[in-house]
């Protein structure tokens, strides 16, 4: 990225997220640079809900639609991992370690925290400012700063 200022655009960090974490081949995302609305284009996309925009359109305007990337599901893995090395219950550490060594992680991780609705919570928020960090990254990269949206 060059030295110049990040230029500031109203962003939700949040739906940002969930466009960062999707994993799903057949889902694009797109961040609108003039508005800083987050679209998703699908088979099922309708221009009338968006403005009257057409997928060519969007697609063939990159100065303002960036093309957000498809998540990473490894993402996901070292999310666990640090959420487990920094528990200070060793018992569900190492359950959670455990469940992080065997095929798919991901779910016998859940499985754990399954009877666990504090932590539960506790993943998920820490989960949640991973990905606002990732988000903010990913904009501060596209030479964007985001800001409030008004209400």
């Known amino acids: 990225m060059s030295d110049s200022p990040l230029q500031p655009l109203p962003v939700d960090v949040e739906e940002l997220c969930v466009a960062l974490e999707a994993e799903a081949s057949d889902l694009r995302w797109y961040l609108d640079l003039s508005s800083g609305d987050v679209i998703l284009v699908t088979h ?6 968006h403005g009257g925009l057409t997928v060519d359109e969007i697609e063939g305007q990159p100065a303002r639609f960036r093309r957000i990337p498809s998540g990473d599901p490894q993402a996901t ?39 666990l609705p504090e932590q539960q919570q506790l993943w998920h928020d820490f989960r949640q400012a991973r990905c606002k960090r990732r988000a903010k990254a990913w904009l501060e990269a596209q030479g964007i700063a985001p800001v409030e949206r008004a209400a």
């Not at 099922?44 to 809900?49: C, G, L, N, S, W």
């Open 44 to 49: 099922e996309y309708e221009p009338a809900e």
């Open 77 to 115: 893995v070292d999310d666990m991992k640090a959420f487990a090395q920094q528990l200070g219950d060793a018992q569900l550490k190492e359950s959670l370690e455990l469940a992080l060594s065997a095929p798919r992680p991901d779910r016998r991780f859940r499985a754990v925290l399954g009877w």
